[in-house]
């Protein structure tokens, strides 16, 4: 069982920067991606980030590449999303996931992951 508890996020104003923090109660496997989605009102949750813990492989939406950079320190099992040039269309809760299995095919859907944090609101205005 991993525990996910997300922080950093706020009400910033277009083109400012945020990181997020997802603090996990345990150190992920070797084996674990984990990934942070988003769902801004009234849509689905969507796939921003993806990093796999083993080799540190990250993955990306188009929308947020070169904006967005995922990462992780090991020593305190925490995954970081630092974003820039934020967009009001950035708007939207952020959740941290981790899976108890890396996929190359699969990492975009949220039903791959196993864990879920409590997610962190991000206001981006214009």
């Known amino acids: 069982q991993v525990l996910l508890v997300e922080s950093g996020g706020g009400l910033v104003q277009a083109g400012d920067s945020l990181r997020l923090s997802c603090a996990a109660s345990?150190?992920?496997?070797?084996?674990?991606?984990v990934a942070w989605f988003r769902q801004a009102p009234g849509k689905e949750r969507e796939f921003v980030a993806a990093?796999?813990?083993?080799?540190?492989?990250?993955y990306y939406e188009d929308s947020v590449k070169g904006r967005f950079t995922i990462s992780r320190d090991n020593a305190k099992n925490t995954v970081y999303l630092q974003m820039s040039s934020l967009k009001p269309e950035d708007t939207a809760d952020y959740y941290c996931?981790?899976?108890?299995?890396?996929?190359?095919?699969?990492?975009?859907?949220?039903?791959?992951?196993?864990?879920w944090g409590q997610g962190t609101q991000v206001t981006v205005s214009s």
């Open positions: 345990g150190r992920p496997s070797s084996s674990y991606m």
């Open positions: 996931a981790a899976a108890r299995a890396s996929s190359t095919s699969y990492y975009t859907l949220p039903s791959w992951y196993d864990y």
């Open positions: 990093l796999r813990w083993s080799g540190g492989s990250t």
